[in-house]
């Protein structure tokens, strides 16, 4: 079926998850395969992954931690490079991810998002609580993986 609307909109780009669902949620999994399995048999020309950035995850819990917090959500040693909900780690090195999409004026609107999602208050308690200029700060870019490409990361809108 999304093949069908891929072609019937001609889409020239589709955005899903990164292979193992930014954390390994069998749902985002799932969006993946049928996104890419989607993309191809539609021809879309242009797939994007939706992912974190685990190179940024580093730096920012290790700026929390000279800042005097713990660095982590639960108060626990957190390493991002650690085994998620799939036993990978979280998202994607910084090195493997091709572009960065500025949404930082989008933020607090996401934010009001996360805490309006019922499944996301137990898995994302700590990010909703963050201050605003904290939130902001992990959460003012998104990151994408093209599909095949070895570009380097850079900063730009999907589209051009």
């Not at 797939?47 to 005097?68: D, I, L, P, Q």
């Not at 650690?82 to 949404?103: C, K, L, Q, S, Y």
């Not at 909703?128 to 850079?154: C, N, V, Y």
């Amino acid at each position: 079926r999304l093949a069908a609307i891929l072609r019937a909109e001609q889409a020239d780009v589709l955005t899903t998850y990164d292979w193992h669902g930014n954390y390994g949620h069998p749902d985002h999994i799932k969006v993946h395969q049928v996104g890419h399995r989607a993309a191809a048999l539609a021809g879309t020309p242009a797939v994007y992954e939706a992912t974190m950035n685990r190179t940024e995850m580093t730096r920012f819990f290790e700026m929390a931690k000279e800042a005097g917090g713990s660095g982590s959500p639960d108060g626990e040693d957190w390493d991002p490079n650690g085994p998620a909900d799939d036993g990978n780690p979280m998202g994607t090195p910084e090195d493997e991810i091709t572009h960065r999409v500025d949404v930082s004026s989008y933020v607090l609107r996401k934010r009001e998002s996360i805490r309006c999602h019922k499944s996301q208050i137990t898995d994302a308690g700590f990010f909703s609580t963050m201050p605003d200029e904290q939130f902001a700060f992990a959460f003012g870019h998104e990151w994408f993986i093209k599909t095949g490409s070895s570009e380097p990361l850079r900063d730009g809108w999907l589209f051009e």
